[in-house]
């Protein structure tokens, strides 16, 4: 079964500084998803970065980019020019492309951004 | 606007009065799935299902159940609610499955329903 490891439980930035999460997952699959999401104060689950396995190239939105190392199993997501807005629980999740497509989620990262 | 929509958003209710979260998206989705969220434990998947009158386990389906009558519609039921669950419940869907047409992988979820068993 795939397992999805987030060390760090919590974080703190300066505002406008960059920050990174990291993500370690565990499979034996060669073809999968990764996702970070994030979880702001209203609970709902924001889909922030998607990284396809086969893809080498690192996957970017905005500010938001991740350094994919597949033989290492890490997806760590950093976070350039962090804004009062950032702050949240981010989770890691992986997602298997057969059978049961479910996410598998790690515990959760909560960021905190320092004014 | 495309969206997966739960209901209730916050109930409070007793030990053994059974319950439905209902859970409906209007995106002709195949996939649909269920979770729980708890703190220090993420998200865990309940029950999912793969397209209509298909359901099966995930990784917590102890006390809950499902039914998956028609595409858009995905409830979770709870029996005999116990203490244990509350929790966190989340209703996700996806167009993408094994074999199909290949997308971005992304599942889409509801707004989340705070479950609170006394």
């Known amino acids: 079964a795939q397992t999805v490891t987030q060390s760090q439980p919590e974080m703190s930035v300066q505002e406008a500084e960059t920050v990174t999460l990291s993500c370690t997952y565990d499979?034996?699959?060669?073809?999968?998803?990764l996702f970070w999401y994030k979880q702001p104060p209203s609970r709902q689950m924001i889909l922030v970065i998607r990284q396809e396995a086969y893809k080498q190239q690192n996957a970017t939105e905005n500010r938001f980019s991740v350094n994919f190392q597949k033989a290492a199993k890490s997806f760590s997501l950093k976070i350039s020019d962090s804004q009062l807005g950032d702050a949240a629980m981010y989770f890691c999740a992986y997602r298997t492309n057969f059978g049961n497509e479910k996410l598998t989620f790690g515990t959760g990262t909560r960021l905190t951004i320092i004014p | 606007e495309a969206q997966v929509t739960q209901n209730p958003r916050y109930l409070i209710t007793v030990t053994g009065k059974k319950l439905t979260v209902t859970c409906s998206q209007n995106m002709n989705h195949e996939y649909m799935s269920w979770y729980r969220q708890d703190p220090g434990l993420g998200l865990r998947q309940i029950y999912y299902s793969m397209n209509v009158e298909v359901t099966d386990k995930g990784d917590v389906p102890e006390g809950y159940k499902v039914s998956r009558k028609e595409k858009r519609n995905f409830p979770l039921i709870l029996e005999s609610p116990s203490p244990n669950q509350t929790s966190l419940y989340f209703c996700?869907?996806?167009?993408?499955?094994?074999?199909?047409?290949?997308?971005?992988?992304?599942?889409?979820f509801g707004e989340g329903s705070r479950l609170t068993v006394l």
């Open positions: 996700a869907s996806s167009p993408w499955t094994s074999g199909g047409d290949p997308n971005t992988g992304e599942l889409f």
């Open positions: 499979t034996s699959e060669s073809d999968y998803y």
